[in-house]
């Protein structure tokens, strides 16, 4: 069973930054495409950013310009710069395959505030 597990988050000023990482059990050029997703206290978890096997990167407009997704293939990782947060960024955070797979892992807590 492929495994994830996120690390990085915390509490930050408006302003800050932020590095997520995700551990993944797998081998990320057999699963493809990875992203990361946030859930904010009562809205739907969306996906904000992705990568593909090649290296190509898409985001979602709310983040375009302050989010940077990448990933180390040998170390089975990938990881989310955040800069320039705002509270509206306030979530968990989480990584999984897109198509996301059934399992997530416990995701990390990312808290904007002054």
């Known amino acids: 069973q492929v495994q994830l597990e996120e690390s990085g988050g915390g509490l930050v000023q408006p302003g800050g930054s932020l590095r997520l990482s995700c551990q993944v059990s797998?081998?990320?050029?057999?699963?493809?495409?990875m992203g990361w997703y946030r859930q904010a206290p009562g809205k739907q978890r969306e996906l904000v950013a992705r990568?593909?096997?090649?290296?190509?990167?898409n985001y979602a407009d709310s983040v375009k310009g302050r989010f940077t997704i990448s990933k180390d293939n040998a170390k089975n990782t990938v990881y989310l710069q955040i800069n320039s947060l705002k509270p509206e960024d306030t979530a968990v955070y989480s990584c999984?395959?897109?198509?996301?797979?059934?399992?997530w892992g416990q995701g990390t807590q990312v808290t904007v505030s002054s």
């Open positions: 990568i593909t096997r090649s290296g190509s990167t």
């Open positions: 999984n395959a897109d198509p996301p797979f059934l399992l």
């Open positions: 797998g081998s990320l050029f057999s699963i493809g495409t």
